[in-house]
RNA sequence: CGGGGCGUAGCGUAGCCCGGUAUCGCGCCUGGUUUGGGACCAGGAGGUCGUCAGUUCGAAUCUGGCCGCCCCGACCA
């Protein structure tokens, strides 16, 4: 089975291709740039799902579901956000399809059915959103407005990767509505710390906080924030993005609401989200050549238990000891699959849960029933151990915390690694052929040197850092003056 | 939309140049032996060779149209 993955080095894509297909998270539809998402896959994403759940309930936000069409004259009323999706949508034009007399048994758009108006299904909802705000907003006792929605968006993506771009995809998209410009931008930020700690605690992976430059925003928006991870072939993703995004659809809705003092004013809105995207992340910050590697935090499955039997009388031996193992350990919190199927042999067992990023298996056969012992096994490091059966129960949960601990680190050694700081354009253009990852770098600001970068070498400036320090230097493309540096790479 | 490649069993493929009804592997089914790292042996099922037309006694193979897919680019808040 994965016998035949190729290895990360010979072809990261391929071997991406692969992995998500013989792990059994998706495959590519019939449908044109969409996906499946598989059981299990699936089962991982309610995971991210969960979390990301709770952890805006704890900000203080509720769900909500807005209409999958947006009316086109909604869709345009911001020009700049319709322009930037106008490329890119999928458009209803008709409601209902006829026999096709030309071809019996076939059927064909009926061209009486023809919408006044074209629907466009939502690139993202803003629009709908905000044309609803107007009539939910009058006064600042409205506001805060703290919406998020689960919910399907479509782009019509030219190419497409498994999880990376599909032309549909699943994602969660907050709105919100302020009454003050600060207000707005706190929870702009608010929320990306929200994406930084869960990508960080959950998928073990780390981020860089940063501000997009005027050329990579979304557009109507006024600052866009992002996290940015790097994936082990040393090209960055954008794992998540938080909008500030002024008054400007305030504007384009008319969604206005009396101060305190009594007077109209727009509000000031927020958006952001995380994709299905996330699945792609996660997948390429931790596999390995055996496969999936999942964070436990994220794993629908923590333990998979594999018995090694003979005989059926064996098998109810070993069932015995399980049960009660896998009882105790469900009372700690663990998540237990005992893999009894007597059609795999425990080889072809460990090979397909390793496949699928189990974080701890453990075997037990006749050998350990006699001397009380089982097998552990931890994905992350495979190293096994024997351990005795008494001290199972009180040991896997604490090796849960260590794998989680663990490949946080090793991503983040990595990482630190990847990241160069450069002074020239050579060195810049070296660093991306021999060793590729994040480079720091003096920029000049101008979306010229932006492009010029962009088209030289197709890297482009991830983010502008949070945390970066003031330090006068000379953009490395034009010379010019520059105070900070800023984050570039190859992107996905 | 440009440049390249491909369409043969559930999947991956050989055959095509040089025309004679299709090869191999994986998977699947049956039986047996196996079972502490992806088992082995034997037998078996499974095909409108993407599609339409043309050339020919005869087309997976040659010619033309169409359809679909993949890769590279363009595109990708």
């Known amino acids: 089975m ?13 071997w ?45 936000h509720v769900n909500a579901y807005f209409p999958l069409f947006v009316p086109k004259s909604l869709f345009e009323a911001e020009e700049k956000n319709a322009e930037g999706f106008a490329k890119e949508c999928a458009i209803v034009t008709h409601y209902r399809l006829k026999s096709d007399p030309q071809n019996p048994g076939k059927l064909m758009v009926d061209p009486d059915a023809k919408l006044e108006e074209e629907l466009v299904v939502r690139p993202t909802s803003e629009a709908i959103i905000w044309s609803t705000y107007k009539k939910w907003i009058q006064s600042y006792r409205d506001l805060p407005l703290l919406i998020n929605q689960w919910a399907n968006v479509v782009r019509w993506e030219m190419r497409t990767r498994l999880f990376l771009r599909t032309a549909e995809f699943l994602w969660q998209e907050g709105h919100t509505a302020h009454s003050t410009s ?12 929200v994406y930084a700690d869960f990508a960080e605690k959950f998928m073990a992976m780390p981020v860089i906080k940063g501000v997009k430059s005027e050329g990579e925003r979304f557009p109507g928006a006024l600052d866009t924030y992002c996290i940015e991870a790097l994936m082990q072939d040393g090209k960055a993703l954008q794992a998540g993005t938080s909008h500030f995004l002024g008054q400007n659809f305030a504007k384009a809705f008319d969604v206005k609401f009396a101060n305190k003092e009594g007077k109209l004013d727009y509000v000031w809105g927020t ?42 009388e064996e098998l109810t031996r070993i069932t015995i000891e399980v049960d009660t193992l896998a009882e105790t350990l469900r009372g700690k919190g663990c998540t237990v699959k005992f893999d009894n199927r007597d059609t795999q042999k425990p080889g072809f067992k460990f090979a397909e849960w390793e496949l699928k990023g189990v974080p701890v298996r453990l075997a037990i056969g006749p050998r350990d029933l006699e001397n009380g ?14 351990m005795k059966l008494s001290d199972v129960a009180a040991e896997v949960p604490k090796l849960l915390d260590q794998i989680q601990e663990n490949i946080y680190q090793r991503a ?10 450069v002074d020239t354009y050579e060195e810049f253009k070296r660093i991306l052929d021999v060793k590729t990852g994040f480079i720091l770098a003096h920029w000049d600001g101008t979306p010229e040197t932006e492009a010029a970068i962009k088209e030289e070498t197709k890297a482009t400036i991830r983010c502008i850092p949070l945390d970066a320090v003031d330090e006068p230097g000379m953009c490395v493309y034009s010379g010019k003056p520059s105070s900070k540096r800023v984050l570039f790479a190859r992107a996905y």
């Open 2 to 14: 994965g016998k035949e993955l190729p290895t990360r080095r010979e072809d990261y894509s391929l």
């Open 16 to 60: 991406y291709n692969e992995l998500v297909k013989k792990a059994d998270l998706a495959e590519h539809s019939d449908v044109r740039g969409c996906m499946v998402i598989k059981p299990y896959g699936f089962s991982i994403w309610e995971k991210m799902q969960q979390a990301l759940d709770k952890m805006f309930k704890d900000t203080g």
């Open 182 to 193: 600060e207000e707005a931008v706190r929870e702009t930020v608010q929320m990306l710390n």
């Open 271 to 312: 958006s952001w989200g995380v994709s299905t995207r996330l699945m792609g992340a996660l997948i390429m910050a931790h596999s390995d050549d055996e496969g999936l590697v999942l964070p436990p935090k994220l794993a629908p499955i923590h333990v998979v238990i594999v018995p090694i039997f003979r005989t059926e």
């Open 373 to 386: 012992t089982v097998e552990v096994a931890r994905r992350d490091t495979k190293e096994k151990q024997l």
């Open 412 to 421: 983040l050694n990595f990482r630190t690694e990847m990241i160069s700081k």
